[in-house]
Structure formats: C-alpha cells, structure tokens
C-alpha cells in the first residue's frame, strides 16, 4: 500500500521523511483545495450577493421600465400629433402657395389694369386739354360770329338806311312828300347806326 504513494519501506515500516513530506504534499494539496473552494464560495457569494441585489431592484426595475414605456407612449403620442400638425401645416402651405400664385396672377392682371387705367387716364387728360383748346376756340369762333352778325346787322341797316335815304332823295327830287309809314321805317334805321 504504501508503495502506491512512493514510500520506501524498509526494516521497520515506511520511510519518515516520505511520510512527512507525503503528508505536507496533502496538506499542501489540501490547502491549496481549501483556497480555491474558498474564492470559488467567495465569488458564488458575490454572484448571489448581486442577483440579490438585482431580484431586490427588480420592482424598481419594473417601475423604472413601465415609466419609460410610459414616456415612449407619451413620445410616440407627441410624434404622431407632430406629424398631424406637420400634414395640417404642408396642406395650409400648399393652399397658401396656391392662393399666392393665383394672387401673383391677380397681382399681374391688377398692375396690367392700373397700367391701362393709367393709359386711360393719360388719354383722358389728352381730350381734355383738346377739349379745353376746341372749347376756347369754340368761344372765339363764337365772339367773331357775334361780332360778325353784329357787322352784318349794322351793314344791312346801313345799306337799309342808305336805300330809305335814297328813296327819300328821289322823292324829294320828284317833288312827292314821304309817306307816314316810310317816315317811320326810317327812324328804327337810325337807332341801328348810332
């Protein structure tokens, strides 16, 4: 049996000094067993320490995941009214741009308008300066035809009073005295001349 160690036997058993160092080989052996169970304890306690710890916060844990699935809820909640508003304000801007093109088109239709009233104005105030000139010209074309019959009116009763004067004349030549009608056509004559 203790040949299966590698203990020399000799006269009276086996070897001391094998034995001893046998024996300090196991406690050695034992030793170095003993630490190794102890650190491999020690780590299992600190595992079991920390799986503690985690099964302890794991109701804060939960707490702590329900609340950010809250706040993920609440964020997709805020995104999708985001993106209502987004598609509200891309169809506001669309009917904007629409209304500003048409209102461009109005715009270039009204200063088209406003470049022809202007035109019109200008034109307008053209006929009125002609008007104004044809309106003098009117009056003055009227004071010479005034002045003319006026010529005219004293001309006849000239050339009226010329004729009584001279019938007056050769009825006086011809010894005949005037008739009281002529007497009296000759007078409203004289009133024309002087």
């Known amino acids: 049996m203790g040949e299966q160690y590698g203990f020399k036997t000799g006269f009276r058993g086996f070897s ?16 170095e067993e003993q630490e190794a169970y102890r650190q491999e304890n ?12 985690q099964l302890a916060d794991a109701p804060q844990a939960v ?23 987004i598609e509200a304000l891309t169809t506001e801007l669309k009917t904007l741009q629409a209304e500003l093109e048409s209102g461009r088109e109005e715009t270039e239709a009204l200063a088209a308008a406003r470049a022809e009233m202007q035109a019109l ?6 006929l009125n300066a002609q008007l104004a000139e044809t309106h003098q010209a009117v009056a003055a074309l009227w004071q010479e035809k005034d002045a003319a019959e006026r010529k005219v009116t004293v001309a006849l009763a000239y050339a009226d009073a010329q004729q009584q004067a001279a019938r ?9 005295a005037p008739s009281a009608e002529e007497a009296s056509a000759s007078k409203p004559m004289e009133r024309w001349l002087f």
Do not use: F, M, P, W
């Open 16 to 31: 001391r000094q094998d034995v001893l160092n046998y024996i300090d080989e196991l406690r050695r052996e034992s030793h």
């Open 42 to 53: 020690e780590e299992l306690r600190k595992k079991l320490a920390d799986a503690e710890a």
């Open 63 to 85: 707490q702590r995941e329900e609340a950010l699935r809250a706040e993920l809820a609440a964020a997709e909640d805020t995104i999708n009214a985001l993106r209502q508003q």
């Open 121 to 126: 104005r200008e034109h307008e105030n053209e």
């Open 168 to 176: 007056e004349l050769k009825q006086q030549l011809n010894g005949e």
